[in-house]
């Protein structure tokens, strides 16, 4: 079928929304859709080569990027992270225009948002009036009030970022017309399913939104070392954005009784960094923690693997890949029992706490550690349901299945579901 993608953020050498765009594009075209996709010029050099080293493939032969530009003062506010919702209005605005024209020429069958996948952002290309199919979306989330002191720039980061996203849902028309003319939303985590329904969506499903290369997970557990006479190595791996919790997990490891040995290993850097040497001194942890700054990619696979227990609590995220990386490796969680984390952990994976007060989640936390600790051999069988949860989360898995999912639940969109011999080929393929 003849499908539109709208991939504002679309870049195959990018994680994070940029990498989600270019994994829709590919996976789609390989079910055998015949893809445009709308995305921004910043990603168009790498998607171009991308295209150009496999133009021989016919997945490659299928898609066809539409760049479209914004105008030049929606460019330079875009240098500043308000004048980003700027810039993305504007774009889709334009994207709408681009998508209106080449309608004309295609006739598509179905239009797919994928990024941004923020409920806030909207798309413009309800407009088209053909079905449509947006997310899985994320931006419900609201970090804890009760837990505020662990998250840096309070008003900045989240003050700020409720009331424009408040803003958006009320006065933004392509909000609640976004939301009411799609034939089906998909929503990351329950907390957005609730928003996009209080905004009118007809049909909402919530569903995964994240998947990993086949080749990056591992199908039977890695033992670790046996735990006794040896320190508990707790992971945390992500960028040091406010919202991640770093100060939090600090805050509770400083509970942990010192009969417990254990080594936290920080990987990563961001906007908060020159936070940490005081919260790792606040929590009386100099000796107990080593951070690593920023890590290339590559070796995140050996960090996962290397360790006994990863601990990300999140105040405010739709689903951190990294709680997924964390599962395909065998590698148990422990984090906080809100948003996607409380929707897409397994119970049988690691333990997630609930939120309460600052006093009582930072206990909570500290006694879970406590615990593992005191039962490693819960560490070996959290580590296996983790592997056994991951393996239905490969790319051509989640593709294929939320497109099926989504021919199941609005019959306007049945062209999506992978044709027989799609399905044949990827079940060839090996997991």
Request: glycine share 6%; proline share 6%; hydrophobic share 45%.
């Amino acid at each position: 079928m003849k499908l539109l993608l709208s991939a504002y953020a679309c870049n195959p050498n990018h994680g994070s929304e940029e990498g989600n765009g270019f994994n829709w594009l590919w996976e789609s075209a390989a079910l055998g859709h015949e893809v445009w996709c709308l995305t921004t010029p910043r990603g168009q050099a790498d998607l171009t080569k991308v295209l150009a080293d496999r133009a021989a493939d016919p997945i490659a032969q299928r898609i066809h990027p539409v760049y479209v530009t914004a105008p030049r003062f929606a460019e330079f506010a875009y240098r500043w992270q308000p004048g980003v919702y700027l810039h993305y209005i504007v774009w889709q605005y334009r994207a709408w225009r681009a998508a209106r024209a080449l309608d004309a020429q295609v006739n598509f069958d179905v239009v797919h948002h994928v990024t941004y996948n923020s409920l806030q952002m909207a798309s413009w290309l309800w407009r088209l009036k053909k079905p449509l199919l947006l997310g899985p979306l994320g931006g419900g989330m609201v970090a804890p009030e009760s837990l505020r002191q662990y998250l840096p720039e309070w008003f900045k980061t989240e003050t700020v970022r409720n009331f424009i996203s408040s803003l958006l849902s009320t006065f933004d028309p392509n909000v609640r017309q976004s939301m009411r003319h799609a034939a089906l939303v998909l929503t990351a985590n329950s907390d957005t399913a609730a928003l996009a329904r209080r905004l009118g969506a007809p049909k909402v499903a919530l569903t995964m939104s994240v998947a990993l290369p086949e080749s990056f997970r591992t199908t039977t557990y890695v033992p670790r070392p046996p735990l006794a006479g040896r320190e508990l190595r707790i992971l945390w791996l992500a960028r040091i954005y406010p919202r991640k919790g770093l100060h939090l997990t600090l805050a509770a490891l400083g509970q942990v009784d010192k009969r417990v040995k254990f080594h936290l290993d920080i990987m990563g850097d961001g906007p908060v960094g020159h936070l940490v040497p005081g919260w790792i001194a606040e929590a009386g942890l100099q000796d107990r923690v080593t951070w690593h700054g920023s890590v290339p990619y590559e070796t995140t696979r050996a960090a996962y693997l290397s360790h006994d227990l990863f601990m990300l609590c999140s105040l405010r995220d739709t689903y951190a890949n990294q709680y997924l990386e964390s599962m395909a490796l065998g590698l148990p969680i422990l984090t906080l029992d809100h948003h996607g984390a409380a929707d897409f952990i397994p119970a049988a994976a690691g333990i997630k706490v609930p939120v309460q007060s600052a006093e009582a989640t930072t206990a909570a936390l500290a006694r879970a550690v406590e615990h593992l600790y005191d039962h490693p051999a819960e560490l070996a069988q959290m580590g296996q349901a983790g592997i056994a949860f991951a393996t239905n989360y490969t790319l051509k898995k989640l593709v294929a299945g939320l497109y099926r999912q989504a021919a199941e639940l609005a019959p306007e969109l049945a062209g999506l579901a992978p044709a027989p011999q799609a399905l044949a080929a990827d079940a060839a393929t090996p997991a």
